[in-house]
């Protein structure tokens, strides 16, 4: 089976409106806040998917971000509306990275392009070489909903207490 080319993937989509305190004196968004709106998809996107960043937290695995680009094209202003597209590239090592769109709508004009990488760390801080079993399910709906196979209904994904660290 051939995979499908980015074109072909269902991104998932975030509207996001432009509030006075995230422009700065030139009027337009300042540069820094592009970044919490990919955080903001990138939340949205887990909660769909079933395993929100606090109940990892609270299973133990933290999943800090290790790389971030942003590539700016065009500024966003005050009362605009946003759209974020993210799109979880299919991993090959225990790493999560996304790539994401920002677009004003409604013509959906490209203003920002970037990615997220992160990885996942066990509660002692060691860095996993594997999915642990939430992580691992939530990146398989997200690929699955990606491919339009499901959608994604925010069911959450059940975590087995006492095992964290098992997958290092």
Same mark, same amino acid.
């Given at each position: 089976?051939?995979?499908?080319?980015?074109?072909?993937?269902?991104?998932?989509?975030?509207?996001?409106?432009?509030?006075?305190?995230?422009?700065?004196?030139?009027?337009?968004?300042?540069?820094?806040?592009?970044?919490?709106?990919?955080?903001?998809? =990138?939340?949205?996107?887990?909660?769909?998917?079933?395993? +929100? %960043? =606090?109940?990892?937290?609270?299973?133990?695995?933290?999943?800090?971000?290790?790389?971030?680009?942003?590539?700016?094209?065009?500024?966003?202003? @005050?009362?605009?509306?946003?759209?974020? +597209? /993210?799109?979880?590239?299919? %991993?090959?090592?225990?790493?999560?990275?996304?790539?994401?769109?920002?677009?004003?709508?409604?013509?959906?004009? @490209?203003?920002?392009?970037? @990615? +997220?990488?992160?990885?996942?760390?066990?509660?002692?801080?060691?860095?996993?070489?594997?999915?642990? /079993? %939430?992580?691992?399910?939530?990146?398989?709906?997200?690929?699955?909903?990606?491919?339009?196979?499901?959608?994604? +209904?925010?069911?959450?994904?059940?975590?087995?207490?006492?095992? /964290?660290?098992?997958?290092?």
């Amino acid at each position: 089976m051939v995979a499908p080319t980015r074109s072909q993937l269902r991104p998932f989509r975030v509207e996001i409106p432009v509030r006075f305190p995230e422009v700065d004196s030139y009027q337009i968004v300042w540069h820094g806040h592009y970044l919490q709106y990919l955080e903001v998809a =990138r939340d949205r996107l887990c909660q769909a998917g079933g395993l +929100t %960043p =606090r109940r990892a937290l609270e299973h133990g695995y933290t999943v800090p971000i290790t790389r971030y680009e942003l590539v700016l094209k065009r500024p966003a202003r @005050l009362d605009e509306v946003l759209e974020v +597209t /993210a799109i979880l590239r299919p %991993p090959h090592v225990a790493r999560i990275v996304i790539d994401y769109e920002v677009r004003r709508l409604p013509e959906r004009q @490209l203003l920002v392009s970037g @990615l +997220t990488e992160q990885v996942v760390l066990n509660p002692a801080g060691e860095l996993l070489l594997g999915f642990p /079993a %939430p992580v691992r399910t939530l990146v398989d709906r997200i690929l699955e909903f990606h491919r339009g196979e499901r959608d994604l +209904t925010g069911d959450e994904i059940p975590l087995v207490r006492g095992r /964290a660290g098992s997958e290092r």
